[in-house]
């Protein structure tokens, strides 16, 4: 096959740059390879089995059109203070014209245009003067928030919109490598994501935007072609469930609390993630049947409680390269004491130094949402560093938040971030390989789908000049 574009994976990087090229009139012909499915076809059947079956050939709810956005709580940042390191490469006055114009987008496809956050400023001078005496800094940002139902609605359209404007999307399709020469791509290798044989895809220009799910494979790319790379951060944490009364004040004040901390001794960075008010605590599995924890919230669906993830943040330095490797390796160790499932602990019996039992777990007033998920001991595989950090972090949001480190709060884990590999680029997005760029999360610039989206959108003006030229 030949195009002018190949892009290899249909998240919201690779979408909003076929999207970004078609608003502004190109002719190019585009080819997206997805290794999942159509975004009509994605099913996850938990619903039905009640647990997790570990789908094959892959995760429906992280992998299809628009990734994990399809099945994520939907939540668009709309500050360059959220969203990974885009801004260091770009600037922060032109990310967020990226962001707001992005924004625009979101909402020509029907997403809700109310914003969370820009409401209550007494409330929230109340809430960041409690996180100040924490040691805690409350980040500033307005939250557009679709919803997981309503995000499938609006990527289904996006969809619907790239294939009736020619764009070619090959479902069931991953790339296997590379077509290198001289220092310039000429394409990629791909083959169907059941097995068989491999075709080649030439291209006059290659995106690849695989988002988290991918970040362990480009990474190899890179070593592989010598595409200039460097080790980045590793996120490990858990995902914390409380009643909704806990977090009534920042969730009705600003939807989602961003607090970011760096506690005593080791003093990383622990931020929280993803907040989903009324939501559900989720199950992901990876490709290497890795299980990790997330969380979903919907516009019409409400749970008792809210849950959100703790993260603290890891960086290696030589001899060691492997980031990626090293926070799998937490996540199997923790999947092997939860016998390939998600680990629920109680708050409380971590710090008196106990597993939780599931009697515990039925007298409380945290009910989990994630109902699987087996009660053990967390602290049993997560390292030292990390668990301290994060219930050193959790007791400083209690003085933010009473009731958050309450003996029923709940912990889940594994909460893992993969999108430590980051491939070396100028602020035009190119990289030391002609014809090649790497966006998105798997790229190590960015984490989330404002930012993820707003960096294919760039990507898709950067190509609609040099076509115009």
């Known amino acids: ?52 079956v570990n789908c094959k050939p892959y995760c429906h709810i992280t992998t299809g059109f628009s990734g994990a956005g399809a099945f994520s709580d939907g939540k668009l940042s709309l500050s360059f203070e959220v969203g990974g390191q885009l801004p260091e490469l770009i600037g922060e006055k032109f990310a967020q014209e990226m962001i707001d114009y992005t924004d625009s987008i979101y909402l020509d496809f029907g997403a809700d245009h109310h914003v969370e956050g820009l409401e209550a400023t007494d409330k929230i001078k109340e809430i960041r003067t409690r996180a100040i005496r ?43 490598n590379l077509l290198l020469d001289d220092g310039a791509c000429l394409g990629v290798l791909v083959e169907k994501a059941t097995g068989g044989g491999q075709m080649e895809i030439r291209a006059g220009t290659t995106v690849v935007a695989t988002g988290r799910r991918g970040a362990d494979w480009l990474e ?43 506690p005593k001794p080791f003093r990383d960075k622990v931020r929280t993630f993803c907040q989903n008010p009324g939501g559900f605590v989720s199950q992901e599995n990876y490709d290497n049947d890795l299980a990790v924890v997330n969380g979903h919230s919907y516009k019409d669906r409400k749970s008792e409680n809210t849950n959100l993830s703790i993260l603290s943040s890891h960086n290696f330095t030589y001899p060691f390269n492997q980031p990626i490797a090293y926070a799998q390796k937490v996540g199997e160790l923790t999947n092997m004491l939860a ?12 710090l008196d130094g106990k597993r939780t039992w599931e009697k515990e777990l039925l007298r409380s007033n945290v009910r989990p949402t994630l109902p699987d998920a087996v009660p ?45 590999n980051r491939v070396k680029m100028d602020e035009r997005l190119n990289t030391n390989i002609r014809n090649f760029y790497a966006l998105g999360d798997s790229s190590g610039w960015t984490r989330g789908l404002m930012m993820a989206s707003a960096m294919g959108v760039l990507c898709g003006q950067k190509l609609a000049d040099e076509e115009e030229a």
């Open 1 to 52: 096959m030949h195009c002018d574009l190949v892009i290899i994976g249909a998240g919201p990087a690779g979408i909003f740059t076929a999207l970004q090229l078609l608003r502004r009139g190109s002719k190019k012909r585009i080819v997206m390879v997805e290794k999942g499915s159509p975004i009509e076809k994605r099913r996850c059947p938990k619903g039905k089995t009640g647990r997790c």
């Open 376 to 420: 053990g001991d967390i602290t049993a595989g997560m390292p030292y560093r990390a668990m301290t950090n994060i219930v050193n972090f959790i007791q400083a949001m209690d003085e933010v938040l009473p009731g958050f480190a309450s003996v029923e709060t709940l912990l889940y884990s594994p909460e893992l971030k993969f999108y430590s």
């Open 220 to 262: 190899k790319l890179c070593e592989e072609h010598h595409i200039a790379h460097q080790p980045g951060t590793v996120d490990i944490g858990v995902r914390v469930e409380v009643r909704n009364e806990v977090m009534e004040e920042v969730n009705e004040a600003l939807y989602e609390s961003k607090l970011v901390g760096y």
């Open 339 to 350: 016998n390939g499932q998600i680990l629920v602990q109680r708050f409380g019996d971590i």
């Open 134 to 176: 924490a040691g805690l800094k409350l980040v500033d940002c307005p939250i557009r928030h679709m919803g997981t139902e309503k995000a499938q609605e609006i990527y289904g359209a996006i969809q619907n919109y790239l294939m009736d404007n020619g764009v070619e999307i090959l479902f069931g399709h991953s790339c296997t």
